[in-house]
């Protein structure tokens, strides 16, 4: 257990968000399932239905061992050369 006090301001954050984009027009999907059930159709359906919209193309799904934890940066540090933007979802 960590506590923490409270009357201390928190830290500044060292991240810092990546700049919206500006159109999806025919860029790259990508999708990370965090395998709670029926996620996959979620995202399959929502990707599909953005292709139709805007083209481009759907990479094949990842997915994370955990649905409770951050995916691995391993993971995730792959799949950004690779897609121009990430869709995740949680099923059940």
């Known amino acids: 257990m960590k506590l923490v006090d409270p009357t201390i301001p928190a830290?500044?954050?060292?991240?810092?968000?990546?700049p919206a984009l500006v159109s999806l027009e025919g860029l790259t999907i990508g999708l990370l399932w965090n395998k709670k059930a029926r996620g996959d159709l979620l995202l399959s359906q929502t990707a599909k239905l953005l292709q139709s919209k805007?083209?481009?193309k759907i990479l094949p799904m990842e997915t994370k061992n955990n649905a409770?934890?951050?995916a691995p940066t391993?993971?995730?540090t792959n799949l950004s050369p690779e897609c121009d933007y990430l869709i995740t979802a949680s099923g059940d």
């Open 74 to 76: 391993e993971l995730l």
């Open 54 to 56: 805007f083209g481009g």
């Open 11 to 18: 830290k500044e954050k060292e991240a810092t968000r990546a």
């Open 68 to 70: 409770g934890a951050p």
